[in-house]
């Protein structure tokens, strides 16, 4: 029989059907399907995003400020040296000549809240690259040159955080566009789910006038941190300061 010996009909290579499973009776008239969220897809994306950060990045100190959000959730108080309360001497003073009450505030670093800093980590981050003659124009410092950082996913970066290079630039950030990884239907976490947020907008900070560069560690100890000369990972606790949660629990939910 010439037609049974190659190739083989489908019908006799395919599996076995597969049995029908017998649905529970309330299931049958049921017409509505909820998707389940798939955790599993969300972990395998977080884990190649930090993957791709860890072997393309370099080493960069995030220095995340205290914020007003924090203060209103009962996580720091405001700078004694600086912040003066409504009814002191300095404010009326301040608010008479229209200026700050104190700047460039060496306790706090211009923010008001005690101690300034509200977490200071070192990651890996992937810097795109810029043209520093183009942000210098007869105006002075402009934010032509606004670049892109990205960083892993286990921290969130506001407006006024900081991000400090290896090389000694110091870029101040800004709070990231939010896109979270959604799978199913359910209530999105951004402790969880948000991968976007590891991408924030920098723009370099003036050393002459920005507060960024008076943060310790000065730009000497800064790049001898930064510029390991193990390839294998190294750990930075040391250098390390958590003053306060680097995802604050206020933004934990998906709202
Ligand atoms: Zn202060």
Redesign the pocket.
């Known amino acids: 029989m010439a037609d049974s010996a190659f190739p083989p009909h489908r019908a006799d290579i395919a599996p076995a059907p597969i049995q029908e499973q017998a649905l529970q009776r309330s299931l049958i008239n049921n017409r509505y399907y909820v998707r389940q969220e798939q955790g599993w897809a969300v972990q395998q994306e977080l884990m190649s995003h930090d993957q791709a950060v860890y072997s393309l990045g370099e080493y960069t100190m995030f220095c995340l400020m205290w914020h007003l959000q924090d203060f209103e959730a009962g996580l720091v108080r405001r ?5 003066m309360g409504d009814d002191a001497v300095e404010r009326a003073i301040a608010s008479t000549y229209k200026q700050a009450e ?1 700047a460039q ?8 809240f005690e101690g ?1 800093v509200r977490a200071k980590i070192i990651r890996p981050a992937i810097f795109t690259d810029t043209d520093q003659s183009e942000r210098k124009t007869s105006r002075g410092v402009t934010e032509t040159g606004e670049i892109s950082i990205q960083s892993t996913t286990d921290f969130r970066v506001h407006t006024g955080d900081y991000a400090f290079r290896a090389n000694g630039e110091r870029y101040s950030l800004r709070t990231p566009r939010r896109v979270q990884l959604r799978t199913g239907f359910g209530t999105v976490s951004q402790a969880d789910e948000a991968i976007n947020y590891a991408l924030s907008r920098a723009v370099l900070e003036d050393p002459k006038a920005s507060t960024a560069y008076i943060i310790p560690p000065d730009a000497e100890t800064l790049s001898s941190i930064l510029s390991p000369t193990s390839t294998a990972p190294v750990m930075f606790s040391q250098y390390e300061e958590e003053n306060g949660p680097l995802i604050p629990s206020y933004e934990g939910s998906g709202s």
């Open positions: 700078c004694p040296e600086c912040f104190r505030c060496r306790s706090c670093y211009g923010t008001t300034g």
